[in-house]
């Protein structure tokens, strides 16, 4: 299974992204989608979820209001597109491919996004 990360890089702040991330090699209609992020020096955080088929999309408190993730089963990809964005979303990003049951949980590679001024 593979999982691969794209659309990140340099943006300013209060500018817009939009990540990707395209998956191969494995169920993926039937696995909830996530990504988290990591800033520098902190753990790996929960950023937001779309489950598989039927369930309620979820985000954190941080992002709320400035993104949206969207998934599309027939191309095998999940996308976030991040708003107004702040020096505090800074960070590598992650996509995971969570299985439901007891089915292993894939993790794409990361991507850097960085907010600058």
């Known amino acids: 299974a593979h999982l691969v990360e794209s659309g990140g890089g340099l943006v300013q702040f209060g500018g817009s992204l939009r990540l990707s991330c395209t998956a191969s090699?494995?169920?993926?209609?039937?696995?909830?989608m996530n990504w988290y992020r990591q800033a520098p020096g902190k753990e790996r955080e929960f950023v937001a979820k779309?489950?598989?088929?039927?369930?309620?999309?979820e985000y954190s408190d941080s992002v709320k209001g400035r993104c949206s993730i969207s998934r599309n089963d027939t191309e095998m990809a999940v996308y976030l597109e991040m708003n107004n964005l702040k020096f505090e979303d800074t960070g590598v990003y992650y996509c995971?491919?969570?299985?439901?049951?007891?089915?292993?949980?894939?993790w794409g590679q990361g991507i850097q996004v960085t907010v600058s001024s």
């Open positions: 779309i489950p598989a088929l039927i369930g309620d999309i």
């Open positions: 995971e491919a969570a299985g439901p049951y007891n089915f292993e949980d894939y």
């Open positions: 090699e494995f169920a993926f209609p039937i696995y909830t």
